[in-house]
């Protein structure tokens, strides 16, 4: 089974820091995702990937970058963490749109 | 751009109740449509996928249709159990998935 793992299930931050949510897969995908999910807004597409240093802007990628130099890990990075980020964040992978996705278990985000 | 909702927003039923979830999108021009459960704080884990070439899919008490001309899909879950209770998310994708708001369902014992 393909294994998408987020390093932390739960983080706490503060207003104006710099934040790190990591993804690893472990089934040699191409595709990578960032997505938030906030009560009454739905999941929203933050940034994907569809190769290594490739990287493309989703719905709502303001306050946001990432960085991907492996094929395995794909990073959202908050470049300065406001209140408005708190949010659960999922990230997910495929190896083809054929195929299907799959998602990692979230980081549930708060910027206080 | 793509718009998929889900109708009901929420469900109670009596255990052994068959489920009968809608699912709904704007754009027929889709790779394939993905059934998604989560379970309250937790990520998503796939259910059923059904390719934009089928009409349906099955796994175990789990019957998923696709109307991809009328852009509907359905998800029957027979007999429902209280573990059945989640939200279910239905996600079409066009090589990104765009999500529907989710339908909450609870199972009553």
């Known amino acids: 089974d393909v294994k998408v793992t987020q390093s932390s299930r739960y983080l706490v931050k503060r207003t104006g820091e710099k934040v790190f949510l990591e993804c690893v897969q472990d089934?040699?995908?191409?595709?990578m995702f960032w997505y938030r999910q906030d009560p009454g807004l739905g999941l929203r597409l933050i940034y994907f990937?569809?190769?290594?240093?490739?990287?493309e802007k989703g719905d709502i990628p303001e306050g946001y970058s990432v960085s991907r130099e492996k094929k395995e890990r794909f990073s959202l990075i908050l470049e300065s963490a406001s209140t408005n980020q708190t949010s659960m964040y999922l990230c997910?992978?495929?190896?083809?749109?054929?195929?299907?996705?799959?998602f990692g278990s979230g980081t549930r985000l708060t910027v206080v | 751009k793509q718009e998929v909702t889900q109708i009901p927003a929420a469900l109670s039923v009596p255990e052994g109740e068959n489920l009968v979830l809608n699912c709904s999108f704007t754009?027929?021009?889709?790779?394939?449509l993905q059934w998604f459960r989560q379970d309250p704080g937790k990520g998503l884990t796939s259910l059923l996928l059904?390719?934009?070439?089928?009409r349906e899919q099955t796994s175990g008490r789990l019957n998923a249709s696709l109307d991809k001309s009328s852009g509907r899909s359905t998800l029957y879950i027979a007999a429902s159990q209280p573990g059945d209770s989640a939200t279910y998310l239905c996600?079409?994708?066009?090589?990104?998935?765009?999500f529907g708001a989710g339908t909450t369902v609870t199972v009553r014992a």
């Open positions: 990937s569809y190769d290594v240093k490739m990287k």
């Open positions: 089934m040699d995908h191409e595709n």
């Open positions: 997910a992978s495929g190896k083809d749109p054929n195929y299907g996705y799959t």
């Open positions: 754009d027929s021009a889709i790779y394939n």
């Open positions: 059904i390719q934009s070439s089928q």
């Open positions: 996600a079409v994708s066009d090589y990104k998935l765009s």
